[in-house]
């Protein structure tokens, strides 16, 4: 079958939309649709297994797979989950590296979190236009706490010229 018609008729049954809801025939299809290649089935299986919503059991090492197959193909989400599976170690080996890779790609792709991340990450290191940069990213979104972050930076001309207008803005 097409893995992305099976996708949507996974969602219909979890939420109902034109057929009973039936969460079991729903993770039936998504399991399809995920064997067949959709990112976005991918990215909600291991999801799913992740956090162990009721539907399935929670399971950290099922969920990494899917959640792999979902990044590589450039979903954010996935790819922010998956360096964070690099950081904590316990499902595959800790790898700074490959975390920072991950972590970096899904900032590029507007995750907002991951560019949060990026943020600190690059403060910490030192490279203070990255991190301004990222900062920046995650405060358009409405980022509170990358949005005080970026106004430090500002007022102690760090990433930038010191600029107090800026700061308090």
């Known amino acids: 079958g097409n893995a992305e018609s099976q996708f949507r008729v996974a969602m219909a049954y979890w939420g109902g939309e034109n057929v009973e809801k039936d969460i079991e025939k729903g993770m039936e299809w998504l399991q399809k649709s995920a064997e067949g290649g959709n990112k976005y089935a991918q990215y909600t299986l291991g999801y799913a297994y992740l956090i162990g919503d009721g539907v399935v059991e929670k399971d950290v090492e099922k969920a990494y797979p899917w959640l792999h197959k979902s990044a590589e193909q450039g979903v954010p989400a996935a790819q922010f989950m998956v360096a964070c599976y690099y950081i904590d170690g316990r499902v ?26 990026m943020g600190y990450y690059y403060n910490e290191h030192k490279n203070h236009d990255k ?9 358009e979104k409405g980022n509170a706490e990358a949005q005080n972050e970026a106004g430090v930076m500002y007022a102690n001309g760090q990433g930038t010229e010191k600029d107090q207008a800026e700061a308090i803005s």
Do not use: H, P, R, T
Request: aromatic fraction near 18%; glycine fraction near 2%.
């Open 92 to 117: 595959v080996e800790k790898n700074q590296d490959k975390a920072i890779e991950w972590m970096e790609k899904s900032a590029n792709g507007e995750y907002e979190k991951a560019q949060l991340y």
């Open 131 to 139: 991190a301004l940069f990222y900062f920046l990213k995650a405060a």
